[in-house]
DNA sequence: TTTCAGTATAAGTACGAACATAAGGGACGG
DNA sequence: CCGTCCCTTATGTTCGTACTTATACTGAAA
């Protein structure tokens, strides 16, 4: 007889939908130490009742924390959690070996070119935009601090607005978003990131002191704003012969 | 009126679920050219009705086409194609246990070749154990659910002492390391996994329907028990031109 | 003590219905 | 000719209900 759960209720009634709620809720709740790591949910037709929410709703909010992984189900036995809130912003540079992915600090990205450009075709698929909308492109090397040579090849776009942000940097030592997040004052809400298998370009190559058409590897990363508004766009090209991405998954 | 598509019937009532076999037959539709790239599937009320299922059936099966990437839809405007014919863009996305464990259940792996093997040299290496020690050796395609061709081919590397835990499967549907879980009692406490891009070799191409040394991407995964201590060793390749990684890393 | 069958549980599947909301198009007036 | 408003369309959200199936537990039989 647990009575003690008493604290399950849904504020703030916005537009956003029920089941986003929910699964904000349940997502404080993991974070808060209600549901604690490798526990069970309470069924879904509980949580259901306790929410004044029909079985429906939960499953919906319960199917977004699964595609996040907060959450695993199995029929007939429940739903278990499976990990707290992915707290991107340490493991973005913790799963880094070999520092590849240290912005803050240990590398330089150097501004080569910069442009305004017209995104369309399959850059504007990747991205997310409608063709023919105009972005602030900035493009260069990577290098470790006082290396001379580059280990990465950086694409960034930036919105327009945003032009005064790197407007005097030509040698950039932090991560770009959060000069962005400082100058808007909006924070970013999610950084959607995708690794695919390419062949180098001849500029690319170049940079990289290796051949046109040799095995690389493009990492790219969409960083959104509220309303999944696309703030920046970036894209990396690593040489295929030398890196590997590496992550770590632990049940704690 | 357009009353050409009379074509759309559902076949074999074995146990797989309703909206997976609707899921299929659109998949077919779009390969075959009755819905081709860029144009917009029916409505989904028409295609419930035509189907003789529910709408939330049709909404489930969109959803798993979605998911794949190869279907989009926006409010008030329809679902759009957006997969090339024959291209089942294998969209993967994994950053938990849970993730995993989701993505064996909708796939099949078909253990074509099994045998003992002495892990050395380079695979030794990344599998991280001495060089000269015995594993049980596994591979063969992974399929989508259904599907016909192969979106991934698999090699699992076991503790010879597992043998007896993939002794009587041919055809895997569920994550690996939980039947390894369930049978040596040690849960799995860590996962490390490695992304890097390849060439195909010809076995790999035949499968995948490439060709040999072209682009491909090799997704390595290092299940370690307490002490890490390797329970399971699993690589997987897939083509490069349609294959990407991805990852959300979110705030809130 | 072990094994097996039955039962309870909880997620999965599938139906139906209704309303909300975004997008696009067309009518209408300026 | 152009912008505004409204209506239609199609997906999104939310409720309700019922049944299926995998899993675990329990209790009886061997």
Redesign the interface.
Known sequence: MNGQDAELVMTFEDGTPLYLQVA?LL?RLIDGGTYPVGTLLPPESDLAQQLSVSRHTIRQAIGQL?Q?????ARKGVGT?V??PE?D??S??SANSRGGLFDFARSTELHFKHRQMTEVRGNLAADMGVRPGRKFLHLSGPRYYSGDKNPFCVNEVFLEPRLKEVVENIDILRVALFTLVEASTGE?????????????LDEVQAGYLGRNQGD???RLSRRYLGSGSRLLEYAVQYYP?DT?????????T
């Open positions: 904000q997502q699964r996040r992984g907060v959450l695993s278990r499976e990990a992915d991107w912003r493991r973005f924070r970013v809400k999610e950084i959607q990131q995708e690794i695919r298998a390419v062949h095995l690389g590897m295929g890196f590997a991405y590496h992550t770590t998954l632990s049940s």
